[in-house]
């Protein structure tokens, strides 16, 4: 009985996931027309799933922004791996003074709402000449993504073995020679889980690249995405399933990739 009602529960689950996807899918697949014109759930006789995509394209310029979005997310997310692990070492490793309080200074960025940082935030940018630019946008993003990535990354290397670091140490291994070449190697999985959650985090942002940009090269992608809704009436609402499809895209390709990366490192990092 027990595992009838579990399957049933599962197959509960799995209907109420694969519901909206489906709807999602065949409606952008859609005409304007046949959008209107047929039930939201049954699929219509033109499939214009291409070039709803392609109107989506053209309309909210997402070229320029999938070349923005992409730099902001992969280098953010690097920049923020690279410093969290830096940050990490010297907590756990190089025993400074008051490591566990500078780890919850840091870890302290994670517990505010974000609304909280728009108005200092734009007004800090507008008066140091940061509002609207690329490198204003990848310093948000790599600051914003650090206490996250160090609470993980410091999670993991707390279990490494002191003994390794402290046998280098005696070989004559500088600190940063200890983390490159021990450290690092250890905790190559934590690091794409966390690159993994943060290039997704910031390709999907858009309440901070709707404060910090207005201009179509510069703005994130689903801020160029956000334009659609001022067309609406022009476009119809299939081409913005469409959009939002097509921008969804790369962040499904990067997990499933990497997925067995993603599991080995949260099961290291948990």
Do not use: C
């Not at 994670?110 to 946008?137: A, C, D, E, K, R």
């Not at 999985?189 to 858009?206: E, G, M, P, R, S």
């Amino acid at each position: 009985m027990g595992r009838v009602l579990r399957n049933a529960l599962l197959l509960i689950l799995a209907a109420l996931w694969i519901l909206p996807l489906y709807l999602f899918l065949i409606n952008a697949a859609k005409t304007s027309d046949g959008y209107r014109s047929t039930e939201r759930y049954v699929p219509s006789g033109d499939f214009a799933l291409f070039d709803n995509i392609s109107a989506a394209w053209t309309a909210a310029k997402l070229g320029e922004a999938v070349g923005s979005t992409a730099f902001y997310a992969i280098v953010g997310a690097a920049l923020a791996v690279a410093l969290a692990a830096m940050a990490a070492y010297a907590i756990v490793s190089l025993n400074v003074r008051w490591g566990f309080f500078w780890f919850l200074l840091i870890y302290a960025g994670t517990i505010f709402p974000f609304q909280m940082y728009l108005s200092p935030l734009y007004s800090m940018y507008v008066n140091n000449n940061l509002y609207n630019t690329h490198w204003g946008l990848l310093i948000f993003y790599t600051a914003i993504a650090i206490p996250f990535a160090t609470f993980i990354i410091r999670n993991h290397f707390v279990s490494v073995s002191p003994e390794l670091a402290e046998a280098a140490r005696l070989d004559g291994a500088s600190a940063l020679r200890v983390l490159v070449q021990i450290f690092a190697p250890l905790s190559v999985n934590a690091f794409a889980t966390v690159f993994i959650l943060q290039f997704t985090w910031i390709w999907n942002d858009l309440l901070f690249g709707l404060t910090l940009s207005r201009s179509e090269n510069i703005r994130p992608i689903m801020t160029a995405l956000a334009s659609l809704q001022g067309q609406y009436a022009r476009t119809g609402p299939p081409v913005a399933l469409a959009g939002a499809l097509l921008v969804s895209i790369p962040t499904f390709v990067l997990f499933f990739a990497v997925q067995r990366v993603f599991v080995r490192g949260l099961r290291a990092t948990a």
